[in-house]
């Protein structure tokens, strides 16, 4: 029996020695940034969790003078406006050792790795590839439209060598969503338009439907695309949905090139795979998709032109050129973008949204998938420069089988 005990404490030593080792390794020499705080404790070791800026990942950590006394898994988190800690999450929590039960308390500080230490782990120290559990392509009841998934994870957001609003690069997660493969074209627009007696949208002339433009993406106010969506039973895209859709997952950090993905189809740019100034600076240009088309004039394409040339990984089309799109994000530094004296800094607030893609008359710069451009001079009622597509959380009947 003492033996048998002694056997057994010796295997248990080794396992906590091997524990310890690999705690160690991961955090021994790390320093945390402290991103929110506990707010209370329930029942089988859930944490309400206070942040104030969006949690962008899903494992964090409770955090006392250095060490990590415990992993938070998000489980939901809820906006809660005008507070100073904008969000609060509901989060299961698994100690790092039983005897740190005593020490997770309400006030408690959850943080992360800072982004020197951890920068190098990103895409591999969260979570286990998994495939997706939705189907991969559905069919929108209400408008008809295509929608394509895109599945849960991190990919590369931002742009450190583009404009100032672009900076820094991070990494972001999000959950599954599905977007619109194509945007919304003028016929698909009629149709809402007829549906619920909408007002015609500022681009068409008089008012009236222009016979030979139906493919064609439709131009409205930020006003009349949030109307459409809410039809459809979707809703716009947050600017970081849109740049998950035109670019997959960017780069991953560490790899040999350090280059990022600029296009929807890759790093470098094709005049051939967009509608934008450098498409129509020659006729030879993408002759076969102008003639593909019947199109000799420089101006908008059809919202399917471009597939598969231009499409973005996922099989999202026209993300680069032809219309500008809606985003229902406002035009807002990005986390760690703290330049003040930038003509940008002035623009920021609830007062602009973010339009993203560039137009058929845009330089292969403003095509980038991570350019930004204002959208609502003089107000989001009357700016019609944009098109738009829509997105939609998956649901129970977007589950793969039967």
């Known amino acids: 029996m003492i033996k048998t005990r002694k056997i057994i404490n010796q295997v248990f030593l080794s396992a906590f020695i091997a524990a310890s080792c690999l705690f160690l390794s991961l955090f021994g020499a790390a320093e945390f940034e402290i991103l929110g705080k506990i707010e209370s404790i329930g029942k089988d070791n859930a944490l309400t969790i206070l942040f104030e800026s969006r949690p962008a990942e899903i494992t964090y950590y409770v955090v006392s003078d250095g060490t990590v ?8 988190v809820v906006y809660n406006r005008g507070a100073r800690y904008a969000y609060r999450a509901v989060a299961r929590c698994n100690l790092m050792n039983t005897e740190y039960a005593s020490l997770i308390r309400a006030g408690g500080e959850i943080g992360l ?3 020197t230490d951890r920068y ?9 590839a998994r495939e997706p559990g ?146 129509w600076a020659d006729d030879k240009i993408g002759a076969h998709i102008k003639m593909r ?4 004039v420089r101006g908008l394409m059809p919202v399917a032109a471009f597939d598969p040339e231009g499409a973005s990984p996922y099989g999202v089309v026209n993300m680069a050129g032809n219309a500008r799109e809606w985003t229902a994000s406002w035009y807002m530094p990005y986390e760690g973008n703290r330049s003040k004296q930038e003509k940008e800094y002035k623009r920021y607030g609830q007062q602009y949204k973010v339009v993203r893609g560039g137009a058929w008359y845009s330089s292969r710069y403003r095509v980038r998938t991570t350019s930004r451009e204002l959208g609502g001079m003089p107000n989001l009622h009357s700016d019609n420069l944009a098109g738009f597509r829509c997105v939609k959380n998956p649901d129970m009947l977007n589950i793969q089988g039967d």
């Open 113 to 115: 790795v800072k982004k």
């Open 293 to 296: 088309y019947g199109i000799a």
């Open 69 to 76: 006394l415990a992993s938070v898994e998000i489980v939901s």
């Open 120 to 128: 190098k782990r990103e895409y591999s120290d969260s979570r286990s």
């Open 134 to 279: 939705y189907r991969r392509r559905i069919v929108s009841q209400k408008d008809g439209k295509v929608m394509v998934l895109i599945a849960a994870g991190k990919f590369v957001f931002g742009s450190n060598d583009g404009d100032r609003d672009e900076y820094p690069e991070q990494i972001v997660y999000l959950d599954d969503y599905y977007i619109d493969t194509n945007e919304v074209s003028n016929d698909e627009y009629r149709k809402f338009v007829g549906a619920v007696n909408a007002r015609p949208p500022l681009s068409w002339k008089e008012g009236s439907f222009v016979k030979g433009v139906g493919n064609l993406p439709v131009l409205v106010t930020y006003e009349e695309a949030e109307a459409y969506a809410r039809w459809a039973g979707k809703r716009l895209p947050l600017e970081e949905e849109w740049e998950k859709a035109a670019r997959g997952p960017g780069r991953v950090p560490g790899a040999s090139d350090g280059r990022l993905v600029t296009y929807p189809w890759g790093l470098e740019f094709d005049p051939e795979r967009s509608n934008c100034a450098d498409f």
